[in-house]
Protein backbone atom coordinates (compact mmCIF):
# COMPACT_ATOMS: atom_id res chain seq x y z
CA UNK A 1 0.00 0.00 0.00
CA UNK A 2 2.60 2.14 1.07
CA UNK A 3 4.88 1.35 -2.24
CA UNK A 4 2.10 2.33 -4.56
CA UNK A 5 1.03 5.46 -2.60
CA UNK A 6 5.12 6.18 -2.98
CA UNK A 7 4.77 5.81 -7.02
CA UNK A 8 1.56 7.84 -7.22
CA UNK A 9 3.36 10.52 -5.33
CA UNK A 10 6.16 9.86 -7.53
CA UNK A 11 3.92 10.39 -10.53
CA UNK A 12 2.56 13.48 -9.70
CA UNK A 13 5.57 14.95 -8.80
CA UNK A 14 6.39 14.19 -12.03
CA UNK A 15 3.52 16.26 -13.79
CA UNK A 16 3.69 18.78 -11.99
CA UNK A 17 7.18 19.76 -12.77
CA UNK A 18 6.79 18.45 -16.18
CA UNK A 19 6.28 21.81 -18.24
CA UNK A 20 4.36 19.75 -21.19
CA UNK A 21 2.24 18.79 -19.43
CA UNK A 22 1.30 21.89 -17.06
CA UNK A 23 1.20 23.96 -20.35
CA UNK A 24 -1.12 21.36 -21.87
CA UNK A 25 -3.68 21.47 -18.87
CA UNK A 26 -3.60 24.99 -18.62
CA UNK A 27 -4.18 25.18 -22.21
CA UNK A 28 -7.47 23.03 -22.07
CA UNK A 29 -8.37 24.67 -18.87
CA UNK A 30 -8.53 27.72 -20.82
CA UNK A 31 -9.83 26.66 -23.68
CA UNK A 32 -13.19 25.67 -21.49
CA UNK A 33 -13.65 28.28 -19.53
CA UNK A 34 -13.70 30.54 -22.92
CA UNK A 35 -15.84 28.17 -24.45
CA UNK A 36 -18.50 27.73 -21.25
CA UNK A 37 -17.87 31.47 -20.77
CA UNK A 38 -18.66 32.49 -24.61
CA UNK A 39 -20.07 29.55 -26.48
CA UNK A 40 -19.21 31.62 -29.62
CA UNK A 41 -16.12 30.92 -28.86
CA UNK A 42 -16.58 27.36 -30.20
CA UNK A 43 -16.59 28.95 -33.97
CA UNK A 44 -14.83 27.28 -36.21
CA UNK A 45 -14.32 29.42 -38.85
CA UNK A 46 -13.73 32.60 -37.28
CA UNK A 47 -11.92 31.59 -33.90
CA UNK A 48 -10.40 27.88 -33.94
CA UNK A 49 -9.23 27.55 -37.50
CA UNK A 50 -7.60 31.49 -37.09
CA UNK A 51 -6.56 30.54 -33.57
CA UNK A 52 -4.43 27.42 -35.34
CA UNK A 53 -3.09 29.53 -38.01
CA UNK A 54 -1.90 31.91 -35.74
CA UNK A 55 -0.38 29.51 -33.67
CA UNK A 56 1.44 27.85 -35.94
CA UNK A 57 3.06 30.66 -37.58
CA UNK A 58 3.99 32.22 -34.03
CA UNK A 59 5.43 29.14 -33.17
CA UNK A 60 8.42 29.08 -36.22
CA UNK A 61 8.69 32.88 -34.86
CA UNK A 62 9.32 31.57 -31.65
CA UNK A 63 11.80 28.62 -32.26
CA UNK A 64 13.39 30.89 -33.96
CA UNK A 65 13.95 33.19 -30.58
CA UNK A 66 14.91 29.74 -29.02
CA UNK A 67 17.69 29.28 -31.14
CA UNK A 68 19.64 31.98 -29.74
CA UNK A 69 18.25 31.52 -26.37
CA UNK A 70 19.74 28.21 -26.33
CA UNK A 71 23.96 29.26 -26.17
CA UNK A 72 22.35 32.51 -23.93
CA UNK A 73 21.45 35.11 -26.67
CA UNK A 74 19.13 37.10 -28.00
CA UNK A 75 17.93 37.79 -31.39
CA UNK A 76 16.08 41.32 -30.67
CA UNK A 77 16.28 41.50 -34.47
CA UNK A 78 13.77 38.44 -35.06
CA UNK A 79 10.83 40.41 -35.81
CA UNK A 80 12.80 42.40 -39.02
CA UNK A 81 14.40 39.43 -40.17
CA UNK A 82 11.02 38.09 -40.68
CA UNK A 83 10.13 41.56 -42.71
CA UNK A 84 13.20 40.66 -44.69
CA UNK A 85 12.53 36.98 -45.48
CA UNK A 86 9.04 38.35 -46.27
CA UNK A 87 10.52 40.94 -48.96
CA UNK A 88 12.80 38.90 -50.67
CA UNK A 89 10.06 36.47 -50.99
CA UNK A 90 7.74 38.80 -52.56
CA UNK A 91 9.95 40.81 -54.44
CA UNK A 92 10.60 37.13 -56.22
CA UNK A 93 7.14 36.58 -56.67
CA UNK A 94 5.56 40.00 -58.15
CA UNK A 95 9.18 41.18 -60.23
CA UNK A 96 11.24 37.91 -60.90
CA UNK A 97 7.98 35.88 -61.20
CA UNK A 98 9.41 33.07 -59.09
CA UNK A 99 7.05 30.44 -57.90
CA UNK A 100 5.83 29.43 -54.23
CA UNK A 101 8.69 27.14 -53.43
CA UNK A 102 11.48 29.51 -55.24
CA UNK A 103 10.40 32.71 -53.45
CA UNK A 104 10.11 30.39 -50.30
CA UNK A 105 13.50 29.49 -50.48
CA UNK A 106 15.05 32.86 -51.18
CA UNK A 107 13.14 34.14 -48.62
CA UNK A 108 14.58 31.72 -46.12
CA UNK A 109 18.41 32.18 -47.68
CA UNK A 110 17.66 35.73 -46.94
CA UNK A 111 16.93 35.36 -42.87
CA UNK A 112 19.46 32.70 -42.43
CA UNK A 113 22.25 35.21 -44.05
CA UNK A 114 21.49 37.98 -41.94
CA UNK A 115 21.66 35.57 -38.90
CA UNK A 116 24.75 34.27 -39.63
CA UNK A 117 26.03 37.74 -40.66
CA UNK A 118 24.96 39.05 -37.01
CA UNK A 119 26.15 35.83 -35.65
CA UNK A 120 29.89 36.46 -37.51
CA UNK A 121 29.66 40.53 -35.90
CA UNK A 122 29.25 39.29 -32.40
CA UNK A 123 31.75 36.32 -32.95
CA UNK A 124 34.45 39.03 -33.94
CA UNK A 125 33.48 42.19 -32.17
CA UNK A 126 32.96 40.41 -28.63
CA UNK A 127 29.86 42.77 -28.89
CA UNK A 128 27.17 41.58 -26.06
CA UNK A 129 24.33 39.73 -28.62
CA UNK A 130 21.60 42.37 -26.89
CA UNK A 131 23.14 45.02 -28.17
CA UNK A 132 24.57 43.81 -32.34
CA UNK A 133 20.91 42.00 -32.33
CA UNK A 134 19.21 45.72 -31.26
CA UNK A 135 21.66 47.80 -33.81
CA UNK A 136 20.48 44.95 -36.68
CA UNK A 137 17.02 45.72 -35.93
CA UNK A 138 17.42 49.35 -36.70
CA UNK A 139 19.12 48.68 -39.35
CA UNK A 140 17.05 45.99 -41.47
CA UNK A 141 13.86 48.59 -40.48
CA UNK A 142 15.37 51.39 -42.22
CA UNK A 143 16.72 48.75 -45.27
CA UNK A 144 13.15 47.61 -45.33
CA UNK A 145 11.30 50.75 -45.30
CA UNK A 146 13.29 52.13 -47.94
CA UNK A 147 12.72 49.21 -50.25
CA UNK A 148 9.28 49.54 -49.88
CA UNK A 149 9.10 52.93 -50.75
CA UNK A 150 11.51 52.77 -53.58
CA UNK A 151 10.38 49.79 -55.37
CA UNK A 152 6.77 49.61 -54.77
CA UNK A 153 4.05 52.31 -55.62
CA UNK A 154 1.41 50.63 -52.42
CA UNK A 155 4.29 49.74 -50.26
CA UNK A 156 3.53 46.13 -50.53
CA UNK A 157 4.11 43.27 -53.06
CA UNK A 158 0.54 41.94 -53.66
CA UNK A 159 1.10 39.20 -56.04
CA UNK A 160 0.38 35.92 -55.22
CA UNK A 161 1.43 32.99 -56.67
CA UNK A 162 0.29 29.98 -57.36
CA UNK A 163 -0.49 28.05 -53.66
CA UNK A 164 -0.56 30.89 -51.35
CA UNK A 165 -4.10 30.76 -51.07
CA UNK A 166 -4.07 26.88 -50.06
CA UNK A 167 -1.48 27.55 -47.67
CA UNK A 168 -3.40 30.46 -45.85
CA UNK A 169 -7.09 29.39 -46.53
CA UNK A 170 -6.67 25.45 -47.28
CA UNK A 171 -7.47 22.97 -44.20
CA UNK A 172 -7.82 19.11 -44.11
CA UNK A 173 -11.17 19.52 -44.90
CA UNK A 174 -10.01 19.74 -47.83
CA UNK A 175 -7.56 16.18 -47.61
CA UNK A 176 -10.25 13.64 -48.45
CA UNK A 177 -9.53 9.83 -48.46
CA UNK A 178 -11.34 7.44 -49.20
CA UNK A 179 -14.50 9.57 -49.30
CA UNK A 180 -13.72 11.18 -45.69
CA UNK A 181 -12.35 14.54 -45.36
CA UNK A 182 -10.49 15.86 -42.74
CA UNK A 183 -11.70 18.60 -40.12
CA UNK A 184 -12.14 21.97 -41.81
CA UNK A 185 -10.64 23.64 -38.20
CA UNK A 186 -7.65 22.15 -38.63
CA UNK A 187 -5.44 24.29 -41.21
CA UNK A 188 -2.78 23.14 -43.58
CA UNK A 189 0.05 25.78 -42.63
CA UNK A 190 -0.17 23.87 -39.07
CA UNK A 191 2.20 20.57 -40.76
CA UNK A 192 4.98 22.68 -41.97
CA UNK A 193 5.29 24.18 -38.10
CA UNK A 194 4.99 20.49 -36.44
CA UNK A 195 7.61 19.28 -39.16
CA UNK A 196 9.90 22.05 -38.16
CA UNK A 197 9.17 21.77 -34.47
CA UNK A 198 10.18 18.00 -35.11
CA UNK A 199 13.25 19.18 -37.14
CA UNK A 200 14.42 21.59 -33.81
CA UNK A 201 13.81 18.56 -31.51
CA UNK A 202 15.44 16.56 -33.28
CA UNK A 203 18.38 18.84 -33.77
CA UNK A 204 18.91 19.72 -29.94
CA UNK A 205 18.16 15.99 -28.21
CA UNK A 206 19.86 13.81 -30.76
CA UNK A 207 22.71 15.53 -32.76
CA UNK A 208 25.53 16.50 -31.60
CA UNK A 209 25.25 20.07 -32.86
CA UNK A 210 22.12 20.70 -30.57
CA UNK A 211 24.34 18.91 -27.28
CA UNK A 212 27.41 21.83 -27.98
CA UNK A 213 24.92 24.24 -28.91
CA UNK A 214 23.32 23.78 -25.69
CA UNK A 215 26.51 23.45 -23.26
CA UNK A 216 27.69 26.55 -24.85
CA UNK A 217 24.75 28.24 -23.60
CA UNK A 218 25.17 26.32 -19.78
CA UNK A 219 29.04 27.49 -19.64
CA UNK A 220 30.79 29.03 -22.27
CA UNK A 221 34.00 28.32 -20.72
CA UNK A 222 33.65 25.00 -19.98
CA UNK A 223 32.82 24.51 -23.59
CA UNK A 224 35.41 26.14 -24.99
CA UNK A 225 37.98 23.76 -22.99
CA UNK A 226 36.47 21.00 -23.81
CA UNK A 227 37.35 21.11 -27.48
CA UNK A 228 33.59 22.90 -28.80
CA UNK A 229 34.26 25.51 -31.54
CA UNK A 230 31.86 27.58 -29.86
CA UNK A 231 32.42 30.89 -32.00
CA UNK A 232 31.47 28.51 -34.82
CA UNK A 233 28.07 26.96 -32.52
CA UNK A 234 27.20 31.10 -31.95
CA UNK A 235 26.92 31.95 -35.98
CA UNK A 236 25.61 28.81 -36.17
CA UNK A 237 22.71 29.12 -33.95
CA UNK A 238 21.93 32.74 -35.25
CA UNK A 239 21.71 31.55 -38.73
CA UNK A 240 19.08 28.71 -37.67
CA UNK A 241 17.78 31.70 -35.95
CA UNK A 242 17.70 33.99 -39.03
CA UNK A 243 16.76 31.00 -40.85
CA UNK A 244 13.52 30.52 -39.26
CA UNK A 245 12.72 34.27 -38.70
CA UNK A 246 12.59 34.35 -42.79
CA UNK A 247 10.10 31.34 -42.55
CA UNK A 248 8.29 32.69 -40.31
CA UNK A 249 7.67 35.81 -41.69
CA UNK A 250 7.01 34.64 -44.73
CA UNK A 251 3.96 32.58 -43.39
CA UNK A 252 2.54 35.59 -41.76
CA UNK A 253 2.48 37.26 -45.43
CA UNK A 254 0.82 34.31 -46.44
CA UNK A 255 -1.40 34.57 -44.33
CA UNK A 256 -2.10 38.14 -44.31
CA UNK A 257 -2.33 37.87 -47.95
CA UNK A 258 0.26 40.67 -49.29
CA UNK A 259 4.18 41.23 -48.26
CA UNK A 260 4.96 44.59 -46.32
CA UNK A 261 6.62 46.26 -44.42
CA UNK A 262 4.22 46.11 -41.17
CA UNK A 263 5.19 42.01 -41.52
CA UNK A 264 7.39 41.52 -38.21
CA UNK A 265 6.43 44.61 -36.38
CA UNK A 266 4.50 42.61 -33.78
CA UNK A 267 6.93 39.56 -33.12
CA UNK A 268 9.37 40.75 -30.77
CA UNK A 269 7.48 39.72 -27.54
CA UNK A 270 5.15 36.96 -29.20
CA UNK A 271 8.44 35.07 -30.03
CA UNK A 272 9.64 35.26 -26.34
CA UNK A 273 6.26 33.74 -24.88
CA UNK A 274 6.11 30.32 -26.19
CA UNK A 275 9.48 29.03 -25.55
CA UNK A 276 10.09 30.69 -22.37
CA UNK A 277 6.49 29.23 -20.72
CA UNK A 278 8.09 26.21 -22.17
CA UNK A 279 11.07 26.22 -19.73
CA UNK A 280 13.68 27.67 -22.03
CA UNK A 281 16.14 29.80 -19.84
CA UNK A 282 17.16 33.35 -20.75
CA UNK A 283 20.80 31.97 -19.51
CA UNK A 284 20.87 29.67 -22.16
CA UNK A 285 21.45 25.69 -21.87
CA UNK A 286 18.05 24.61 -21.63
CA UNK A 287 15.90 24.52 -24.29
CA UNK A 288 11.68 23.21 -24.28
CA UNK A 289 11.07 22.26 -27.71
CA UNK A 290 7.65 20.72 -28.27
CA UNK A 291 6.34 22.76 -25.13
CA UNK A 292 6.92 25.91 -27.47
CA UNK A 293 4.53 25.50 -29.57
CA UNK A 294 1.75 24.57 -25.84
CA UNK A 295 2.90 27.99 -24.50
CA UNK A 296 2.25 29.61 -27.40
CA UNK A 297 -1.17 28.06 -28.05
CA UNK A 298 -2.00 29.34 -24.08
CA UNK A 299 -0.98 33.04 -25.21
CA UNK A 300 -3.01 32.92 -28.20
CA UNK A 301 -6.28 31.20 -26.75
CA UNK A 302 -6.47 33.91 -23.76
CA UNK A 303 -5.81 36.60 -26.70
CA UNK A 304 -8.11 35.41 -28.90
CA UNK A 305 -10.86 34.34 -25.97
CA UNK A 306 -10.50 38.19 -24.99
CA UNK A 307 -10.95 39.04 -28.58
CA UNK A 308 -14.64 37.11 -29.17
CA UNK A 309 -15.70 38.88 -25.67
CA UNK A 310 -14.67 42.14 -27.05
CA UNK A 311 -12.04 43.15 -24.32
CA UNK A 312 -9.70 46.52 -25.38
CA UNK A 313 -6.17 46.67 -26.57
CA UNK A 314 -5.11 47.54 -23.25
CA UNK A 315 -6.45 44.59 -21.49
CA UNK A 316 -4.66 42.27 -24.06
CA UNK A 317 -1.27 44.16 -23.70
CA UNK A 318 -2.26 43.76 -19.72
CA UNK A 319 -2.89 40.00 -20.48
CA UNK A 320 0.59 39.87 -22.48
CA UNK A 321 2.54 41.32 -19.90
CA UNK A 322 0.96 39.27 -17.35
CA UNK A 323 1.72 36.08 -19.01
CA UNK A 324 5.33 37.13 -20.04
CA UNK A 325 6.37 37.56 -15.80
CA UNK A 326 4.45 33.88 -15.46
CA UNK A 327 6.60 32.70 -17.88
CA UNK A 328 9.90 34.44 -16.41
CA UNK A 329 8.98 33.35 -13.63
CA UNK A 330 8.67 29.41 -14.43
CA UNK A 331 11.58 28.02 -13.33
CA UNK A 332 10.97 29.53 -9.93
CA UNK A 333 7.35 28.37 -9.78
CA UNK A 334 8.38 25.02 -10.83
CA UNK A 335 11.05 24.88 -8.20
CA UNK A 336 8.65 25.52 -5.61
CA UNK A 337 6.61 22.85 -6.58
CA UNK A 338 9.55 20.29 -6.74
CA UNK A 339 10.01 21.24 -3.33
CA UNK A 340 6.47 21.21 -1.86
CA UNK A 341 6.52 17.34 -3.07
CA UNK A 342 9.72 16.52 -1.63
CA UNK A 343 9.01 17.69 1.94
CA UNK A 344 5.53 15.57 1.66
CA UNK A 345 7.77 12.62 0.75
CA UNK A 346 10.08 13.15 3.69
CA UNK A 347 7.13 13.64 5.97
Known amino acids: MESTSQKLSARLAHLATDQRAILAVLVIAVFLAFAIRTPSFLNGQFVIFPLLRDTAVITIVGLAQLATLSIGHLNLAVGRMAAVGAMVAGFSYERLGFGLGAGLILGIASGALLGALTGYIIVKSQVNAFIVTLAMDFALLGLVTFTYISVTEAAAFTVKPDGMDTIRQGSLADICLFGWCGPSV ?129 TLNIALGIILLLALSADKIRSGITGLFRRRKVT
Open 186 to 314: VPLILFPALFVLALMGFLYHQTRLGRELLATGANVRAARLSGIPVDARVIQAHTISGALSGLGGIFLAYVNGSFSAAIGNELLLPSFLGPLLAGTLLSGGVVGIFGTMLGTLLWLTIRQGLLVEGIGLE
